[in-house]
């Protein structure tokens, strides 16, 4: 029956640690960068991705947008009810677009779009770095949110909505 008992407990603990090891092997910040070529002028592409209130109108993951209370800012809320704080780094019109921001679930981070003219379209290149303190936040992200997964889906949301 002990043996058993042990058998049990190292098929289940066994995999466990090694996935929770695997966690805390992953670094706490990590960057990831997308391009594309979008077919509109900067002007229009740089108009619509810094409408930060707006979004939540052509972007699948976003439930709603309000301004900080201290004016400063924005919160995105995504479907799930999780919520993004968001501010201005930088601001460049139809140039450069960066933003910092803190989530409810403990990652904080940076997203830098730059936006160039290519032809009678945009070049937008998106650099995105997170940083996840905590190892199982770090192993869930990894699984479910793999580093450019977010950026991925931005801009296949953004080429529909132009």
């Known amino acids: 029956m002990l043996r ?16 929770l090891a695997w966690g805390w092997t992953q670094p706490a910040t990590v960057t ?9 002028p900067p002007s229009r592409v740089f108009a619509l991705v810094t409408d930060v209130e707006g979004q939540a109108r052509w972007r699948r993951d976003v439930a709603d947008v309000r301004p900080t209370a201290d004016g400063t800012g924005w919160i995105e809320r995504n479907r799930r009810g999780d919520e993004i704080v968001f501010r201005t780094v930088t601001k460049e019109p139809d140039r450069l677009f960066e933003i910092a921001y803190t989530a409810s679930l403990g990652f ?54 132009l």
Do not use: N, Q
Request: with cysteine; proline share 8%.
């Open 4 to 19: 058993t008992v042990i058998l049990i407990l190292c098929a289940v603990g066994v995999p466990i640690v090694g996935v």
């Open 108 to 161: 904080s981070g940076r997203w830098t779009g730059t936006f160039a003219p290519d032809g009678d379209g945009t070049r937008l290149a998106i650099v995105e770095t997170v940083t996840t303190p905590g190892i199982v936040g770090r192993l869930l992200g990894r699984l479910l949110a793999p580093p450019g997964h977010h950026a991925d889906l931005y801009l296949e949301d953004l080429r529909k909505a």
């Open 32 to 40: 990831a960068g997308r391009e594309a070529r979008l077919p509109a």
